[in-house]
């Protein structure tokens, strides 16, 4: 999967990696203090391995993890988007000057996000579309997150094979729990999109209607309580 961070994220993770090098180094110099004055190189060798192995650890690991841990969003600066989206797509479309515009059609958003990497698949009752490319950029100064792809979704019904492209542009508010803006689509089309964050769980969702199910469950779960 290729990455998905700004300018900002990696410097930040270069700063992390700084300083747990740092911490490293010393720690291993500090394990064989007493031999520091007599074999410095025995010292120093270890040490210096331990510096560029924790930078190295530190990429393996935020390239795996998944992105929904908000002590390790707050500990790193990149904002929370992974996780089960469920909402609503206002559409602009209409087939015919004058003609009434769609109703709202729901739709469910899979985001999969670790610290580098970022994807997202849209299911609606009819058509599932995937990004090509994305990016969730925060202000540095006002800390505002917008949440940018482009898309392509495919229609196979009816022996068809159609792809449209598209690009969005979403607004990441809410704790991290809302997501909303605009969408267009060179069909041509536009319109607004309105999500909620169902849950961070969202590994066994792979259609409209896996979604639909959880989003069930979860508001059964929700009434039970």
């Known amino acids: 999967m290729?990455?998905?961070?700004?300018?900002?994220?990696?410097?930040?993770?270069?700063?992390?990696?700084?300083?747990?090098?740092t911490i490293a180094a010393a720690l291993a110099?500090?394990?064989r203090w007493d031999a520091l004055s007599t074999a410095?190189?025995?010292?120093?060798?270890?040490?210096?391995?331990?510096?560029?192995?924790?930078?190295?650890?530190?990429?393996?690991?935020?390239?795996?993890?998944?992105?929904?841990?908000?002590?390790?969003?707050?500990?790193?600066?990149?904002?929370?988007a992974h996780g089960l989206w469920w909402g609503e797509l206002d559409s602009d479309y209409v087939?015919?000057?004058?003609?009434?515009?769609?109703?709202?059609?729901?739709?469910a958003f899979?985001?999969?996000q670790t610290y580098l990497t970022l994807s997202i698949k849209s299911y609606t009752s009819a058509l599932p579309g995937e990004s090509i490319l994305e990016t969730l950029h925060a202000h540095p100064v006002t800390g505002d997150a917008n949440l940018r792809y482009a898309y392509q979704m495919t229609r196979r019904a009816n022996a068809e094979n159609k792809a449209t492209l598209g690009y969005g542009d979403l607004v990441l508010g809410g704790e991290d729990r809302e997501l909303t803006g605009h969408y267009w689509t060179?069909?041509?089309?536009?319109?607004?999109?309105?999500?909620?964050?169902?849950?961070?769980?969202?590994?066994?969702?792979?259609?409209?209607?896996?979604?639909?199910?959880?989003?069930?469950?979860?508001?059964?779960?929700?009434?039970s309580i």
């Open 2 to 21: 290729p990455l998905s961070v700004t300018s900002s994220d990696l410097e930040r993770l270069a700063k992390l990696s700084a300083v747990l090098g």
């Open 29 to 31: 110099v500090t394990a």
């Open 40 to 80: 410095p190189f025995s010292v120093i060798g270890p040490a210096i391995s331990a510096a560029l192995a924790a930078p190295t650890l530190v990429i393996l690991i935020v390239r795996k993890i998944e992105w929904k841990y908000p002590w390790l969003s707050k500990l790193l600066g990149r904002r929370m």
């Open 95 to 107: 087939k015919n000057a004058g003609d009434a515009s769609l109703p709202p059609i729901p739709i």
């Open 110 to 112: 899979v985001i999969r």
């Open 186 to 223: 060179n069909s041509p089309s536009s319109g607004r999109i309105r999500l909620m964050l169902l849950t961070r769980d969202c590994n066994d969702i792979r259609s409209f209607e896996d979604a639909l199910r959880n989003k069930k469950r979860l508001e059964l779960k929700s009434d």
